[in-house]
């Protein structure tokens, strides 16, 4: 994995860009899973 | 058009455009890298003509002309990766590549591919910088209004933004470790936005503290303002008049004495892309700002 992207310095940035989508993916989780929870308040 | 399918497209545009222009320096960036080392080979997007048998005229993207030496060639127009022969003033092809892709980015020694980072990784930085300015400028009129609207705005911008506060170290620094040596080298930006997450980070230590909330919103939209003041610092003035590593420092030769990132090696297509991208996480963050909002302001009124 080190040294595919010591070769291919392209896959570096490919890498960077998939770090920003799971940021970005893990806060849409985030906010799912509080609606979630107020949909569960509104069944009680 | 709906906002979040016009931030779909202009994303995909963004890593299209990111992804798929080539490298390409000029016939000058040969001639001077050959006296540098001998054994690198450049990219050079141009236009071929014969004069005579295996010697040719080529003329490159920027319109300088020279002479090349290459056998078995068929096509007139692509990326051609040279080396440059000094004493006799020609060139010769090492590999070509029929690529006939309108736009290229422009060939910068020991970044290269490696280049294309500035069109994520910045426009992340930059997203973070607006996230704390609207933190702050809930932050104020929460203040005059003492509506806690604002406070959970204020709040949820800042949460925001330190999260893409995080994402722009940890690119940086993964980055870093491939052109610079080392995960971590203290270079006045990554100093500065380690402060920068230290500073917000004990903005939401006091936030958990303290459990009245007209008190909690009070102190933290304070706390938000005094906060922002220091991040122009930290930003745009600390890392530009010292010397560090990254593009814009003091010590920077594209741009002397310092200066805004776009100044420094960015080719014109290269700069659209950019501003592109960060139109694209600009609006993204806005998108889920108001997600968030939204979110919030319903947990707010079940309770």
Known sequence: ?44 | MKLKYFIGILFVLVILLSFIPKISGNLTDVKFYSTIDTTKIIPVKGVISEISNNLYKFIDKDGNEGRLYASNITNKEGIFYLKYNEYENYFTLKKFENNTFFITFPFIPGLEEKARIILFHVPVAWVSVLAFLISMFYGIRYLKSENFEFDVKSVNSASLGFLFCILATVTGSIWARFNWGSFWNWDPRETSIFILLLIYAAYFALRSAIEVEEKKAKLSAVYSIIAFVTVPFFIFILPRITSGLHPGSADDVASPGGGPVIKSGMSFEMRIVFFLSLIAFTLLFFWIFILRNRVTELERKKI
């Open chain 1, 1 to 44: 994995m080190f040294s595919l992207l010591e070769q291919n310095s392209l896959f570096v940035v490919l890498l960077v860009v998939l770090i920003i989508w799971i940021g970005i993916y893990y806060e849409i989780i985030k906010l799912e899973k509080r609606l979630k929870k107020i949909e569960k308040k509104d069944e009680d």
